[in-house]
Every structure is written in C-alpha cells, then in structure tokens.
C-alpha cells in the first residue's frame, strides 16, 4: 500500500512563473491537506479539500494560491505568479475521514523560488 | 482558536540519556487529539504518537511516550534510552474535534540533537 505521494520532490521555479505541486493520498483516502513550512518555522495549514470540494481554506492566501482535488487523479495546489516569498515545503496529508484517525503525510515538495 | 507552544528551540542529549520535549496547549474545544511529529534532515513528517483529550491513560509507542497533563495543558513527548538516529526536528500539533476536519496545529519544533 503506497503511502502519499507528492511530486515533485523539489521544484525550482522563476519569479512571475507558476507551480504545480501535486499529491495522490493513501489508497482509499479521500481527505486532502496542504500545509506549508517556511524554513526554521512548524507547519501552517493552507487548505482541506475532499474530492472535488473545497471543505475549509481558512490558511490559503488570498491571491495566487488556488487547491483542486478532482474526482480522477491528484490533488494540485497551484501557485501563480511565484515570489521568493513562496519558497517553501509544502507538504500534503491524507486521511480516510474517519473519526480519531490520523492523517498521513507525503514527503513535501520543496519549492525555490529564483 | 487554537494554539501550540514549544519552548525549546533546541536541545543537546547525550546517547542513551531519556530526553523530555516540552509541549503546552491552549484550546476552548472540549476534545481534541494531540500529535508528534519527527522531522530528519530529509525532511519528510513521521507520525511518532497520538493521545486523545478523553484517553484516560499515556500514550505509549516502543521508545515514546507522551506525559499527558489535561489540567495543565502540556503534553510532553518523552523519548527513553536515546540514539544517535534520534537527531531531528520534532513537532508538537493538535487537532480540533471537528470531525472530519483533522487539520492541524503546529508548534514551532524542538531541534534534538543526541551526543554520541
């Protein structure tokens, strides 16, 4: 059973570009969460998604940020108009949506920004 | 809103030494669970251990347990007998009772690093 895979592992990207970072949760998962860690810092949440619904974006910046979970095929969280500010590892977490449950991470992508 | 404290942004153990990191919370929820995280120089998360609010015992995992003190709101991670594989960043995160909501809250980490 494959863990969560995020893809890809490190992404260097232009300021002005746009990044696509992308996560297939746990088989049989269906819950998505994208956190992001700024470096020396925790994790911040960004966004929860099920499939093809956005449940609670409370941590999504307002502009450029936008987070997809379509009913095929992963969940995306696209960056437009990158900033050295963006750089980051954003990492995303799956869980089955059961109750006391935990959620379980992929191993990031670390975004630079240049 | 809730919110997650670490107060040691690092510590230096020696090998084989028990190492306690500290980890205070504050919530108006009445459940919730509490989390650690291990995070290696590689930088992926590993999930070390869970308690929940209402559990009446500590949560115990091979060489972790969590000193769970519900009056005063800390939730320490207690690793015994340390190794040298032990070095990494750990986090502290809680979860609200929302369920079918398990985002989390993060604390700022503790860098561990175990003296051979």
């Known amino acids: 059973n494959a863990g969560v895979m995020q893809n890809p592992r490190h992404l260097v990207r232009r300021r002005g570009q746009e990044a696509r970072l992308r996560c297939s949760p746990m088989k049989g998962h269906s819950h998505v969460y994208w956190y992001r860690q700024l470096p020396e810092e925790g994790l911040k949440f960004m966004v929860y998604l099920q499939k093809e619904n956005i449940i609670d974006e409370s941590g999504m910046p307002k502009e450029r940020f936008s987070a997809e979970f379509p009913k095929e095929g992963p969940s995306i969280l696209r960056i437009q108009q990158v900033v050295r500010g963006d750089s980051a590892a954003y990492f995303c977490?799956?869980?089955?949506?059961?109750?006391?449950?935990?959620?379980?991470f992929g191993q990031g992508t670390r975004l630079t920004v240049v | 809103a809730q919110k997650i404290t670490q107060t040691q942004p690092g510590m230096f153990v020696q090998e084989k030494e028990a190492v306690t990191l500290d980890c205070t919370y504050d919530?108006?929820?009445?459940?919730?669970?509490l989390f650690w995280y291990k995070q290696p120089s590689s930088g992926e998360m590993i999930f070390l251990i869970y308690q929940g609010s209402y559990d009446q015992q500590n949560a115990t995992e091979g060489r972790y347990s969590l000193n769970f003190q519900k009056a005063r709101k800390s939730a320490n991670l207690v690793i015994s007998a340390s190794q040298l594989g032990d070095s990494a960043m750990y986090f502290c995160a809680m979860r609200a009772a929302d369920f079918g909501n398990e985002k989390l809250t993060f604390g700022t980490g503790t860098r561990l690093t175990i003296i051979p």
């Open positions: 977490a799956s869980s089955p949506g059961l109750e006391n449950t935990e959620a379980f």
């Open positions: 919530t108006s929820d009445p459940s919730y669970g």
